[in-house]
């Protein structure tokens, strides 16, 4: 008897299952937030009094957003032009001698040097990753209260450098990737990886 309950519930879990993955495979669910994201943050004007709610909201709203990102690349429910987009990024060396922790990694221009700055080119998941497994993350706003970006860094980045991804790009990357409407996809199995990827 508690055998074949045992067998029942493993059953109904299966389904269960079955219809969280039909509802995970339909992108819209993923992709509608992130346009209302993408307006909110576009719009975005810090608070002179009383900061901190629009600010975690804002840091939600990154860290939400860029992993709904990473997982429509993961599930191949972007078209590849999205997912091989490439993005040029700037950064900051850190300076001689200093090691970010849970103490000082706010402390951006103690940190790094500010007046270094160095660019390089880098795919939309490595972006996700960044904010993902942010260590560093500082947003920047204008004396009007706009955000004009955020300071951010992995806890592996961070120990060499911190990058400062504009408004405009945040932004950019979440409209884009909510407005990929791919009517037609194509998929061939990789022969190393022997799974199916997306060439369209």
Not at 3 to 25: D, E, P, S, V
Request: glycine fraction near 2%; include cysteine.
């Amino acid at each position: 008897m508690q055998h074949t309950q045992h067998q029942a519930w493993i059953q109904h879990g299966f389904k269960l299952y079955a219809n969280i993955r039909i509802m995970i495979q339909e992108s819209q669910h993923w992709k509608a937030p992130l346009k209302r994201a993408a307006r909110w943050i576009d719009l975005l004007v810090i608070p002179s009094a009383n900061p901190d709610k629009t600010l975690v909201r804002l840091e939600r709203e990154l860290l939400v957003g860029f992993y709904s990102i990473r997982k429509l690349l993961e599930a191949q429910k972007c078209s590849t032009q999205v997912r091989d987009a490439k993005l040029k990024l700037q950064w900051h060396p850190i300076n001689d001698g200093m090691v970010p922790d849970h103490i000082n990694r706010d402390r951006v221009p103690n940190l790094y040097d500010l007046n270094a700055t160095e660019s390089e080119t880098r795919d939309l998941k490595f972006i996700c990753d960044q904010w993902i497994h942010s260590y560093v993350l500082v947003p920047v706003f204008d004396t009007d209260g706009k955000l004009m970006g955020t300071y951010l860094a992995s806890d592996i980045t961070s120990r060499n450098k911190v990058y400062f991804i504009t408004r405009a790009t945040i932004v950019n990357v979440f409209r884009t990737v909510a407005n990929d409407d791919q009517r037609e996809a194509h998929f061939v199995r990789d022969p190393n990886t022997r799974r199916y990827v997306r060439t369209v």
